[in-house]
């Protein structure tokens, strides 16, 4: 045998493990460069998205304030409200025309209406007429309270008097001021109008 061969079997052993380790310690090493190449592709990805959404919020955000967007949310908004002040208001909507045409063939035949004036709630009239006597200016607010005539649910005297002194016409120097509320369905309201 050869001197030495021990040694040098020996050796190749030890050289075919060091060839071995090399391989796997360069595998490792390429791992690791490709994990922290994909790791750095990775976060340079999710800055560039985070910085792109930001961006796009901004540029949304400028376009809303361009476009005046709460402004108009804020102008429709007002639009509804008027609108439904609309309806309101013509659901309390009295026809004029039709209700003083009604209350004068109510009153007595020797009774003139004056005045009428409709409070701010739409819910009650003033009226004030004329009458030639006492029992006149009374019958006044009988006419009007009668439930067949529909058009007021109470009728309340709130004053007479009788003057020819300081009556305007010595023919009628009576005067009565009256308060009445109007009926739910009273014909004369402009929404009521529509259902009969």
């Given amino acids: 045998m050869i001197a030495g061969a021990p040694a040098i079997k020996r050796d190749y052993v030890f ?27 990775g ?11 930001v961006n796009q919020i901004t540029a949304t955000a400028i376009l809303f304030n361009n476009e005046k967007l709460y402004d108009t949310q804020s102008q429709i908004q007002d639009i509804s409200n008027n609108f439904k002040l609309v309806v309101k208001v013509l659901g309390q909507e009295l026809l004029y025309p039709q209700l003083i045409n009604a209350i004068t063939q109510t009153l007595p035949a020797n009774a003139n209406l004056t005045g009428l004036n409709i409070s ?35 009728v309340d005297i709130v004053s007479i ?20 509320l109007f009926s739910p369905n009273n014909p004369y309201l402009f929404i009521n109008s529509k259902k009969s």
Avoid: E, M
């Fill in 120 to 154: 701010s709630s739409s819910a009650a009239l003033d009226l004030s007429a004329v009458a030639t006597d006492y029992n006149t200016a009374t019958q006044v607010q009988v006419n009007l309270a009668d439930p067949s005539v529909k058009i007021f649910s109470k």
């Fill in 43 to 53: 976060l340079l990805t999710l800055h560039q998205s985070k910085t792109h959404y």
């Fill in 161 to 180: 008097g009788c003057s020819k002194a300081n009556a305007a016409n010595p023919n009628y120097p009576c005067t009565v001021s009256i308060r009445a």
């Fill in 15 to 41: 050289a075919r493990r060091n060839v071995s380790l090399r391989r796997w310690l360069a595998t490792f090493i390429l791992a690791f460069v490709g994990l922290g190449i994909i790791a750095t592709f």
